[in-house]
């Protein structure tokens, strides 16, 4: 049996092998972190792991802001350049100009800024400063996905996560149970792996600057900033604005709920890394056909995962937190949904990215993104935290029929009218995962009917593995 799978592992290509390692990663680095988020709510208070919940989300906007998301014009540069080391060493020239300038500004600025984001200054500086290697980080992460570096990428990824998570029980245990004690400890991680990265990124090719790669890189981002920070609005601006309306205990509370819904991204994330490349090359190679089979393939896989998290939602929630934060579980069925067309909405999104048809690709950001922070700003202070999973549900199904939209544009004007997907299909895996979401909510209000259907669908996969399998071994072929 296991001369089988080594064999059949053998014959299976580099990108199939990177995704797979690429899904382990995922799944052990949310797995050190489903093994630590209980940990840390029961060793921090719940006004302390919404201090740090509310510290991940500006981090996630603030470095959009510092780096100007650079790392995403790597892949059209390697279309352009065949040296793929130079192009990679420029942009984290660039990268970290811009992050050791803003750095020097916090140090300025730090009681002015910590009293706009609601942090303590530490926090602002400890912000900051993780922005330096954090930029380098993903410039080169892009990189290795992008040549299937797997094996370099894996190491270094599951390095940061796991050393974080040690040293941050470590730190909070024995120094400080603060939130400071546990960003500290996950900064002095990334400074020692991102240090290393950087002498192995300029040992290779000591290109720190080159002005034309800087200018594309440049002209490709910034358009495409308010597109970038949108999302950012629509997936972590919840969190700030109860922090500011509600208080830090309602934001630990939501951050649970939000935790437990994006349990998917563990493979959403795998997937993509080799996905967004796939899609890119079976538009180059017009084999369209192929790529709305797979398309319908791995949105039905999230659907069917996300199914499964909303069935499973309380047992989630008292495992990452416990009976002080099961009030979370109401909302977690809402955010679900809303990654599911988070996920959709990028297939539209980055066909639109491939013809470079910036325009269209910040303008559905910007009006959900408004739309999301008004509806927020009503419906927070009228029904408290759990609005906001509502709202950004909306916003992200408002998103994706925006995006398609101009997706159906560029198909007029670049491919005659071809469609590259098969749209009754995502219509129907959407009506389905909306389907289950509204009959998940009323099921889970009574545990022995829940229970009984969990069994029969436990009973029923068993019958169909076959199926199961043959599904699953199509989609990774």
Not at 127 to 148: A, P, T
Request: net charge positive; charged share 15%; with cysteine.
């Amino acid at each position: 049996m296991v001369t089988k799978i080594l064999n059949k592992y053998k014959e299976m290509s580099v990108p199939i092998k990177a995704a797979l390692w690429f899904t382990v990663c995922s799944f052990l680095q949310r797995g050190v972190s489903m093994i630590t988020t209980p940990i840390f709510t029961r060793m921090l208070s719940t006004e302390e792991y919404g201090l740090y919940s509310t510290y991940l989300s500006w981090e996630n906007v603030l470095l959009m802001v510092v780096s100007l998301c650079l790392y995403k014009s790597i892949m059209n540069l390697y279309i352009k350049y065949d040296d793929q080391e130079r192009v990679l060493s420029a942009i984290c020239g660039l990268e970290l100009l811009l992050s050791v300038i803003w750095f020097l500004i916090s140090l300025v600025l730090k009681k002015r800024l910590a009293l706009l984001l609601g942090l303590s200054s530490t926090l602002v500086v400890c912000l900051f400063m993780n922005f330096i290697f954090q930029s380098v980080f993903q410039c080169w992460s892009l990189y290795k996905r992008y040549v299937y570096d797997y094996k370099t990428l894996v190491a270094a990824t599951l390095s940061m996560t796991i050393g974080s998570a040690f040293l941050g029980i470590l730190s909070v245990l024995y120094i400080s149970s603060t939130a400071e004690s546990r960003v500290i400890s996950s900064l002095v991680v990334l400074f020692i792996i991102g240090l290393l990265i950087c002498l192995s990124i300029y040992k290779k090719n000591k290109t720190f600057y080159d002005k034309n790669i800087w200018l594309f890189s440049l002209g490709f981002c910034l358009p495409l900033m308010p597109h970038y920070l949108s999302e950012f609005v629509l997936q972590s601006s919840d969190k700030i604005m109860i922090n500011y309306m509600c208080g830090s205990a309602d934001v630990a509370i939501y951050s649970i709920a939000y935790s437990a819904g994006s349990l998917i991204t563990l493979i959403t994330s795998a997937i993509n890394s080799t996905f967004a490349p796939y899609q890119y090359q079976k538009i180059k190679e017009k084999e369209y056909d192929v790529l709305a089979k797979r398309a319908n393939q791995v949105l039905f896989f999230i659907g069917v995962m996300l199914t499964g998290i909303m069935i499973f939602s309380r047992e989630i929630v008292l495992i990452f937190g416990g009976n002080k934060y099961l009030e979370s579980v109401k909302v977690i069925i809402p955010i679900c949904i809303g990654v599911y067309f988070n996920y959709m909405f990028q297939l539209f999104a980055r066909v639109q990215e491939y013809y470079e048809r910036k325009k269209t690709v910040v303008i559905p950001s910007i009006l959900c993104a408004v739309l999301n922070l008004l509806l927020n700003y009503i419906f927070i202070q009228k029904y408290g935290y759990q609005a906001a999973a509502y709202t950004t549900f909306i916003c992200y199904m408002i998103f994706c029929i925006l995006h398609y939209y101009f997706y159906r544009k560029v198909c007029k004007e670049e491919l005659r009218g071809a469609d590259l997907y098969d749209i009754k299909g995502l219509l129907y895996i959407s009506i389905f995962v909306i389907t289950m979401g509204f009959i998940i909510s009323i099921i889970n209000q009574f545990l022995v009917i829940k229970y009984i259907v969990i069994i029969f669908m436990i009973i029923t996969l068993v019958k169909q593995r076959n199926l199961v399998l043959n599904f699953l071994n199509d989609i990774v072929r």
